[in-house]
């Protein structure tokens, strides 16, 4: 005979076997599977991507040199160069970013080909270089070139529509470019001018020797022709100078150096109101 607790031990036991027995039946899926189409491959071109520099380009350029007529010439150039030197300052231009801020993109384009083509002439042949490589180093010196030219023009010139973005000299020398003169200052350097052809009559009277005569002589030329000198600064006075007294530096140096003592000592002796010294 099983008794009551037996037979609740069995009932587990079979429970236990059929789970681990039973596995879960996947659902077919509803979907028709539908067989895919194989890709097509993209047939290779034989000859490859075609260079718009390429030896055919070297070799016209060689022909363009030899070639005496110059309609022969210009027909060679437009049909076998022009392109190639077009293209190759397109892509400098780009790769580089030779951008101009004065010179839209083909002006710019169009005069480094101008360029190209009048350094044909300089390409040599003979000594193993190929045409891609020399006109690629010639176009870029250029586009360098008329990229420094172009900073240096832009730093020279200011927009008055842009006055906040100015510096401080700038925005400074703007404003006081048109500022009239007060009649005071005038006065002053009318005064100030008259005294200083006083002092140097008194200086022209103490020299002795020719070439400090001759120094103070083209002193007082430029002096009294300094509103009509185009360069004012040391170096052109200096020009000025040896031009009109006909001395040369080493004369010019000795005698100005003579005179500056004279003028000194005047200073120091007389009382003058000079508004500059």
Known sequence: MITKGKKKTVKKAIKKTIKKTSKKVPKKS???LVAKKPRKKRAKKKGGTKLYFNQG???????????ECDKKRGTIYDNEIRSAFEKLAENLIFIHRFH???LPYEVLKNDCVSFLFQTLGKFDHTKGTKAFSYFNVVAKNWLIANSRKDTKRRNLHVSLDNFKNLSAPDRTFIEHYNKEMSPERRIMIRESREELKDILQKIRKRLTSDNETSCMNAIIEVFDRVDDLDFLNKRAVFVYLREISGLNPKQLSIS????????R????????????R
């Open 30 to 32: 509803t979907k028709k």
């Open 256 to 263: 100005m150096s003579n005179i500056r003592k004279h003028y």
């Open 57 to 67: 380009t070297h070799d016209a350029i060689v022909v363009f040199q030899t070639e």
């Open 265 to 276: 000592d005047i200073i120091k002796s007389d009382r003058h109101n000079l508004f500059f």
């Open 100 to 102: 101009s801020d004065t």
